[in-house]
């Protein structure tokens, strides 16, 4: 690969570059809007790369939780500028700045990125798969699972919710589920047995398509009528990203009209695994929160 450092020059991203990382997304047929870049900046930080006109030629992101690790997500390069070594140079940066930090990094990586991630010394764990539902199907009725009573999210819901959350995805990460809780709100859901809450659902809006996850639920059943009532509620077109433990789910998902579009690697650097328990995390919030 060509170095090409002349070129461009590294910064760090704010609101002003917005618009340039939406040129970046949507080079990449990725389904991030504006709220999207603006979320994850104000959560996290972004570094990208800028040619001499001021546009955004590559970018990443990194969004810290808890004291242990952080994401590493929007590895972008325009198609015009590939094949210079960009990705590689955003990918170390960010690992620079972490490893400062002292935390590890994990990424879900597309089957194009998954070498150059690789060569950077990340690490394969397990995977999961990207599924899509272009038009709304009738689905089974949420009702009828026997002891499972379905409502919508409430306030007084959060300490649970994340108490729940807290094992499954390895760290605290209430800033961004609140933030994803009120960007969508009909699909914010929670499912419980007794006064016991033992699943709940997101979603998002996206340029392409609405995103339902995450989804983190103690069983099957549980996670099948969260989102049954959420394919009740959530016009299409929807994403999912469903953990590939989670044979069970995929099958049903199938049934329902989804099908597959891409598979997604979950990849460490600098820990000996992944964070939290896929057991309990049925899909994902989407490769660029985690």
Same mark, same amino acid.
């Given at each position: 690969?060509?170095?090409?450092?002349?070129?461009?020059?590294?910064?760090?991203?704010?609101?002003?570059?917005?618009?340039?990382?939406?040129?970046?997304?949507? !080079?990449?047929?990725?389904?991030?809007?504006?709220? +999207?870049?603006?979320?994850?900046?104000?959560?996290?930080? *972004? @570094?990208?790369?800028?040619?001499?006109?001021?546009?955004?030629?590559?970018?990443?992101?990194?969004? &810290?939780?808890?004291?242990?690790?952080?994401?590493?997500?929007?590895?972008?390069?325009?198609?015009?500028?590939?094949?210079? *070594?960009?990705?590689?140079?955003?990918?170390?940066?960010?690992?620079?700045?972490?490893?400062?930090?002292?935390?590890? !990094?994990?990424? /879900? !990586?597309?089957? !194009?990125?998954?070498?150059?991630?690789?060569?950077?010394? $990340?690490?394969?764990?397990?995977?999961?798969?990207?599924?899509?539902? %272009?038009?709304?199907? %009738?689905?089974?009725?949420?009702?009828?699972?026997?002891?499972?009573?379905?409502?919508?999210?409430?306030?007084? +819901?959060? &300490?649970?919710? $994340?108490?729940?959350?807290?094992?499954? @995805?390895?760290?605290?990460?209430?800033?961004?589920?609140?933030?994803?809780?009120?960007?969508?709100?009909?699909?914010?859901?929670?499912?419980?047995?007794? /006064?016991?809450?033992?699943?709940?659902?997101?979603?998002? /809006?996206?340029?392409?398509?609405?995103?339902?996850? %995450?989804?983190?639920?103690? +069983?099957? &059943?549980?996670?099948?009528?969260?989102?049954?009532?959420?394919?009740?509620?959530?016009?299409?077109?929807?994403?999912?990203?469903?953990?590939?433990?989670?044979?069970?789910?995929?099958?049903?998902?199938?049934?329902?009209?989804?099908?597959?579009?891409? %598979?997604?690697?979950?990849?460490?650097?600098?820990?000996?695994?992944?964070?939290?328990?896929?057991?309990?995390?049925?899909?994902?919030? *989407? &490769?660029?929160?985690?």
């Amino acid at each position: 690969m060509n170095s090409d450092t002349g070129a461009v020059h590294e910064h760090e991203l704010g609101e002003q570059h917005v618009a340039g990382a939406m040129m970046l997304s949507r !080079a990449a047929n990725w389904n991030q809007n504006e709220a +999207d870049w603006r979320m994850m900046l104000r959560l996290g930080r *972004g @570094f990208g790369l800028s040619a001499v006109d001021g546009s955004l030629v590559a970018s990443i992101v990194v969004l &810290p939780y808890g004291n242990a690790f952080a994401w590493m997500s929007m590895v972008l390069v325009s198609p015009q500028h590939r094949r210079h *070594g960009y990705a590689s140079r955003m990918l170390r940066r960010a690992l620079a700045y972490l490893q400062s930090l002292g935390l590890a !990094a994990v990424l /879900d !990586a597309t089957p !194009a990125g998954h070498e150059v991630y690789v060569q950077e010394g $990340l690490r394969d764990t397990w995977s999961f798969q990207r599924y899509s539902l %272009p038009e709304a199907r %009738p689905v089974s009725d949420w009702q009828n699972v026997s002891g499972l009573n379905l409502r919508c999210l409430a306030e007084a +819901d959060w &300490p649970q919710i $994340l108490a729940l959350d807290l094992p499954a @995805f390895g760290a605290s990460r209430e800033p961004l589920l609140r933030a994803l809780a009120a960007r969508l709100p009909e699909a914010g859901l929670v499912a419980e047995r007794g /006064d016991k809450i033992c699943g709940y659902l997101l979603g998002r /809006d996206g340029r392409e398509a609405r995103q339902l996850g %995450p989804l983190v639920a103690a +069983d099957l &059943p549980a996670a099948q009528a969260l989102l049954s009532h959420a394919l009740a509620c959530v016009p299409a077109p929807l994403y999912i990203d469903i953990v590939d433990r989670h044979s069970s789910l995929r099958s049903w998902a199938l049934m329902q009209g989804f099908s597959v579009q891409r %598979p997604f690697t979950r990849m460490v650097h600098g820990a000996e695994r992944a964070p939290g328990n896929c057991e309990s995390v049925m899909l994902v919030a *989407g &490769p660029e929160l985690g």
